[in-house]
């Protein structure tokens, strides 16, 4: 008779003894949950979000300018990644870094993500080349000085004059060929693009200010005729002469100056 | 324009007979120094009138504005200088 009733009794030990087993599980998993999520505070994981984007987008903070810019799919694929890693911060990191690696080359290293954060009110670093280039205009680059007359970085001067009745219109013949006209027309590479041509006038003129074996110099009254050796083709000799010839390349420049006023400049 | 030749200056422009704005004057002016011999003899030491202007080295007139222009050939006959003409630039 007693028999059932001492199964009855070892059944419910087990069962109770499991129910117990399973509460246990159940608390130290969520002491471990409730750990992890101190660690990665909500709106922090947002800011981790924030960080990439924003690294993606400038990629001046971490010296990640090479980055194309990220797309709208990156995106969504960083946000996602985000929500479903709640469990662990060490997922979070692994999984952007792998994302990151699949979607783009590997410049960034998420160390330096890390390091910048989003909300610092801190200024970024200067960039010295940066600061320097806006103290030192490009070569080529012009100011307008007044009068129609405008200058260049290396100081040289472009006003009235010629045919075309302006400097910076004249050199600009130089530009492209004028295979019909007669003798030698110099044509400068830079398909036309004012500022290459100005800043090849430029270098040429610093080139030839600091003399030496490339340069020649001719001097008539005010007037200035530099002639100098490049040492590179920067475009070739047009005109008639120069089209029989088949355009040969030219690497020298001649400056005709008066002053620092350009009279003209040409390849030949 | 009506050419007597190549700048031996800057060794480029095409020499053409221009003729001043005020009593049309001929000189021979280059079409990329702007500098000026007085003749088609161009072996001397040209002329650079101040820019940019170039006022006419013979009276008050200059040589870049209107009426100042390149000479035709009726001008040329004019001036004498026909045998100097080597060609015509478009």
């Given at each position: 008779?007693?028999?059932?009733?001492?199964?009855?009794?070892?059944?419910?030990?087990?069962?109770?003894?499991?129910?117990?087993?399973i509460v246990v599980f159940l608390v130290m998993y969520f002491v471990l949950q409730s750990?992890?999520?101190?660690?990665?505070?909500?709106?922090?994981?947002?800011?981790?979000?924030?960080?990439?984007?924003?690294?993606?987008?400038?990629?001046?903070?971490?010296?990640?300018?090479?980055?194309?810019?990220?797309?709208?799919?990156?995106?969504?694929?960083?946000?996602?990644?985000?929500?479903?890693?709640?469990q662990?911060?060490?997922?979070?990191?692994?999984?952007?870094?792998?994302?990151?690696?699949?979607?783009?080359?590997?410049?960034?290293?998420?160390?330096?993500?890390?390091?910048?954060?989003?909300?610092?009110?801190?200024?970024?670093?200067?960039?010295?080349?940066?600061?320097?280039?806006?103290?030192?205009?490009?070569?080529?680059?012009?100011?307008?000085?007044?009068?129609?007359?405008?200058?260049?970085?290396?100081?040289?001067?472009?006003?009235?004059?010629?045919?075309?009745?302006?400097?910076?219109?004249?050199?600009?013949?130089?530009?492209?060929?004028?295979?019909?006209?007669?003798?030698?027309?110099?044509?400068?590479?830079?398909?036309?693009?004012?500022?290459?041509?100005?800043?090849?006038?430029?270098?040429?003129?610093?080139?030839?200010?600091?003399?030496?074996?490339?340069?020649?110099?001719?001097?008539?009254?005010?007037?200035?005729?530099?002639?100098?050796?490049?040492?590179?083709?920067?475009?070739?000799?047009?005109?008639?002469?120069?089209?029989?010839?088949?355009?040969?390349?030219?690497?020298?420049?001649?400056?005709?100056?008066?002053?620092?006023?350009?009279?003209?400049?040409?390849?030949? | 324009?009506?050419?007597?030749?190549?700048?031996?200056?800057?060794?480029?422009?095409?020499?053409?007979?221009?003729?001043?704005?005020?009593?049309?004057?001929?000189?021979?002016?280059?079409?990329?120094?702007?500098?000026?011999?007085?003749?088609?003899?161009?072996?001397?030491?040209?002329?650079?009138?101040?820019?940019?202007?170039?006022?006419?080295?013979?009276?008050?007139?200059?040589?870049?504005?209107?009426?100042?222009?390149?000479?035709?050939?009726?001008?040329?006959?004019?001036?004498?200088?026909?045998?100097?003409?080597?060609?015509?630039?478009?």
């Open positions: 008779m007693n028999q059932p009733d001492h199964k009855q009794h070892k059944s419910k030990m087990r069962s109770s003894s499991w129910t117990i087993w750990q992890q999520d101190k660690k990665i505070p909500p709106n922090q994981q947002g800011e981790v979000v924030q960080n990439e984007k924003s690294v993606s987008s400038s990629g001046e903070s971490t010296g990640a300018r090479a980055l194309p810019p990220v797309n709208a799919g990156d995106h969504h694929s960083q946000s996602k990644i985000v929500k479903g890693s709640h662990t911060g060490l997922k979070l990191q692994a999984d952007s870094n792998a994302s990151q690696t699949n979607a783009r080359p590997i410049t960034t290293s998420p160390a330096k993500i890390k390091l910048t954060p989003a909300n610092s009110n801190r200024p970024p670093p200067a960039d010295s080349s940066k600061s320097n280039a806006k103290s030192q205009p490009e070569l080529g680059q012009l100011r307008e000085l007044g009068g129609k007359v405008w200058e260049s970085a290396a100081g040289l001067k472009y006003g009235p004059g010629s045919q075309e009745k302006h400097r910076l219109l004249h050199i600009m013949r130089h530009a492209q060929d004028q295979p019909n006209r007669p003798g030698k027309h110099g044509v400068f590479l830079g398909e036309g693009d004012r500022k290459k041509i100005l800043a090849l006038i430029d270098e040429a003129y610093l080139k030839a200010l600091k003399g030496g074996r490339q340069v020649e110099k001719k001097k008539e009254g005010n007037r200035v005729v530099y002639t100098v050796e490049m040492g590179r083709r920067i475009g070739f000799v047009g005109g008639q002469v120069g089209n029989k010839r088949g355009k040969p390349s030219a690497s020298r420049i001649r400056l005709v100056l008066d002053g620092t006023n350009v009279i003209t400049a040409f390849p030949l | 324009m009506f050419y007597v030749g190549t700048c031996p200056f800057c060794e480029q422009g095409n020499l053409g007979v221009r003729l001043c704005s005020n009593s049309e004057d001929a000189v021979i002016l280059c079409d990329e120094c702007d500098a000026v011999w007085l003749s088609p003899e161009i072996t001397g030491k040209p002329l650079f009138p101040e820019e940019p202007d170039l006022p006419c080295p013979y009276c008050a007139g200059n040589l870049t504005e209107s009426p100042a222009r390149w000479a035709s050939m009726g001008d040329i006959l004019k001036s004498g200088w026909i045998t100097a003409i080597k060609g015509e630039t478009d």
